[in-house]
């Protein structure tokens, strides 16, 4: 399912508060336009979104990219990536003779 952006003309909420509010209450992110021209993308803030400060520790950082490995187990067929590395090892070239 693609989602659609929705549009918000200035010229039309000229209250951007209430825009800003509209796209809280909905948790759906708007576009800002005026004069057919995009101007900003307004995205609504997530619970799971890192503090206001953006820092989050260092704990945290690499508990998410463990999970985000940990993930992707049984993507790889690890017989098939042992035997192209192996295979890489092998010369099918003749020797080279001076």
Known sequence: MVAT?????????????????????????????????????????????ESESGDSSREERHKRLMELAGSMKGLVDEEKLYEIYRSRSISTRPPVEL
């Not at 509010?21 to 708007?30: F, L």
């Not at 576009?31 to 057919?36: F, S, Y």
């Open 5 to 49: 952006r929705k549009f918000v003309d200035l010229e039309d909420k000229p209250d951007l508060a209430d825009v800003v509010r509209n796209v809280h209450s909905q948790g759906e992110p708007v576009v800002l336009r005026e004069a057919g021209q995009k101007l900003a993308a307004l995205v609504p803030m997530s619970d799971t979104d």
